[in-house]
């Protein structure tokens, strides 16, 4: 990345409105900035080049403004700190939407900046300036962003920029959105302006638990004969990895983890009990029947898990610690049904868990290493059409020296497939479902885990990579190496299920299902769109042996900094969980 965009050194003097917000951007530990051009904020764009010389932060091109917040998002997901996106006016934050709603339901911190044309309608240039400006441009995003501003002055600027900053790493996290007049970035500076200084104004402390909640959650745990933890939004922390471990095991409670999120609990440990998924599955729900308390860490979906799980969860005692009730708005239901809490503590698991181990003794022994990928799957010689398993065992075969990070699963994985042992080795899914943000996640993943021992590997399902591989140009750019493998069964088969469901329901032929679905007739060389961005392309693959041949020639090329995607046809496919939860039937998922 050092060789690219550097620029000639400026020699002029002169200091413009947009030098202070770029040198805010810079005091505020910003280390990059996605953006695709825009002239709403040429003054930025310029500043950025010619006043920092493109360096603390470096912008990062993209080719839709939709990757700049999801490769925002992906970095945020391994980094838990906030990159910035900068998007042009109105049209440019209508493209970016879908990945700030992603990163909204995600609960991970972007700071999302705009522009709009001059707000003094004189100052306007004929026609664009006019269709770039908005009255109030943040309307377009306020239901799923956790604050936003539309400062009128350098000064106001200045100041918005920290409190953004602060509010967004403040959890609940969340995306937030700052719009920049450009009249004020373009004014020139020719008085003092009394910069604020980020270190003065310091994140919140988190509140102090309440002493009587704690002492009852201890007291509620100690009587539990066969307590239940549902691990849900927790960070990254190796420290509170082991943290939790500890409590799990000196309570001897049966742990459920999500694949919805990232990796929170060893999958591997004695008390890890259900397979993970996007939905419960029914040994899941097997385990929450048997609760006599079930304590939630920030779990999304509560009340839908003991729904499926069934009327005896439903009525088993119900913890829950999660500050997340302070993002719920009347616009977005991501916030899920209402949750039924025995006891709910408005604070952050994490905080919780150390909080409660110390109180009862606990100090983690031992913390998570960084392992070789674990696949549970066995590799054959078997030369057949691939499904999800066959892929996943020929995943982890040709992995399997290798310190991995997945980055991204499809909807199809099944969470037995593989084994997490350390809070890097999931980053899970884009929280919003929203189509196309797989590979931009997987850029700024792959960007946040350069430099480590981690090797960030994706499996995408086609049509996501199909909506987003132009994500692909920016890690090419810039040297961004990963792996990626589109899990290719040419088709939106999510919605096969669903018009199957429907056909069955309507006693109609179930075999007209992939009418509108099928991605195929033409074929799409999927390696070739690849190519097209500058990335390595392999395929396409359609037995297990070659797979693992390509992730072999992969390697590789991934070792000397290149990005590669392989091909992998595979035949369609759920788990019966997966299908019963798409379609909104609770009484299957449980069985």
């Known amino acids: 990345m050092e060789k690219v965009e550097r620029p000639v050194i400026s020699e002029t003097t002169g200091l413009w409105g947009s030098d202070l917000i770029a040198e805010m951007l810079r005091a505020l530990d910003v280390e990059y900035v996605a953006l695709n051009p825009g002239s709403s904020f040429r003054g930025l764009h310029d500043s950025l080049v010619n006043h920092l010389g493109n360096e603390n932060p470096q912008m990062l091109l993209c080719l839709h403004e939709e990757h700049t917040v999801a490769i925002a998002h992906g970095w945020a997901k391994v980094t838990g700190r906030p990159m910035a996106a900068i998007v042009h006016a ?109 270190r003065r104004f310091k994140l919140p402390m988190s509140q102090g638990l309440l002493p009587d909640a704690l002492a009852e959650l201890h007291t509620r745990l100690k009587e539990s004969r066969s307590p239940v933890f549902l691990m849900g939004r927790v960070s990254r922390s190796a420290d509170d990895w082991a943290y939790r471990v500890a409590l799990a095991e000196h309570f ?141 065992a020929a995943l982890g075969d040709g992995l399997k020296n290798e310190v991995v990070s997945l980055v991204r699963l499809p909807l199809s994985w099944g969470g037995d497939l593989w084994h997490f042992r350390h809070p890097l080795d999931y980053l899970g899914y884009d929280g919003g479902a929203g189509i196309a943000s797989g590979p931009g996640m997987l850029v700024g993943a792959a960007l946040a885990l350069k430099g480590t021992d981690r090797l960030p590997v994706a499996v995408l399902g086609d049509g996501d990579y199909l909506m987003g591989v132009s994500a692909f140009w920016t890690a090419a750019r810039y040297g961004i190496p990963f792996l990626a493998i589109i899990a290719n069964n040419r088709s939106f088969y999510n919605d096969e299920i669903h018009q199957e469901k429907v056909a069955v329901s309507r006693e109609r032929p179930v075999e007209n299902k992939w009418i509108g679905q099928h991605i195929g007739g033409p074929d799409i060389d999927l390696a070739a769109m690849a190519r097209a961005q500058g990335v390595k392309a392999i395929g396409p693959v359609t037995n297990a042996r070659d797979l693992k041949s390509a992730i072999e020639v992969a390697l590789e090329d991934v070792r000397q900094g290149n990005a590669v995607v392989i091909d992998a046809r595979i035949t369609p496919g759920y788990s019966k969980a997966m299908s019963a939860g798409m379609t909104r039937t609770a009484d299957e998922t449980a069985e």
């Open 90 to 198: 109105n049209v440019g934050l209508m493209h970016a939407t879908m990945s700030i709603y992603n990163a909204w339901c995600d609960r991970v911190p972007v700071m999302v900046f705009g522009a709009t044309g001059p707000v003094d309608a004189t100052e306007r240039r004929p026609w664009i300036d006019w269709i770039h400006t908005s009255r109030d441009q943040a309307a377009i995003v306020r239901p799923y962003v956790k604050w936003d501003d539309q400062p009128a002055s350098l000064s106001a600027s200045l100041e918005a920029m920290i409190r953004g900053a602060l509010i967004a790493k403040t959890a609940p996290m969340a995306p937030v959105y700052i719009c920049f007049d450009v009249a004020v970035q373009e004014e020139a500076v020719t008085a003092p302006i009394k910069t604020p200084d980020p």
């Open 252 to 392: 001897n409670a049966r742990v459920l983890t999500d694949i919805k999120l990232g990796a929170a609990f060893p999958t591997d440990h004695s008390l890890h009990s259900g397979t993970p998924g996007f939905f419960l599955s029914p040994d899941g729900a097997k385990v929450l029947n048997e609760a006599d308390l079930i304590v939630s860490f920030d779990w999304v979906d509560v009340a839908g898990t003991l729904k499926q799980a069934g009327a005896q969860a439903e009525n088993a005692p119900l913890v829950q610690l999660s500050v997340d009730h302070q993002l719920h708005n009347g616009w977005s239901l991501d916030h899920q049904a209402a949750v039924r809490a025995d006891l709910h503590i408005a604070a952050e698991p994490d905080i919780v868990i150390r909080t409660l181990c110390k109180e009862v003794g606990l100090t983690p022994q031992l913390k998570p290493q960084n392992l070789p990928a674990f696949s549970t799957g066995k590799l054959t010689d078997d030369l057949g059409p691939m499904d999800v398993d066959t892929l996943a």
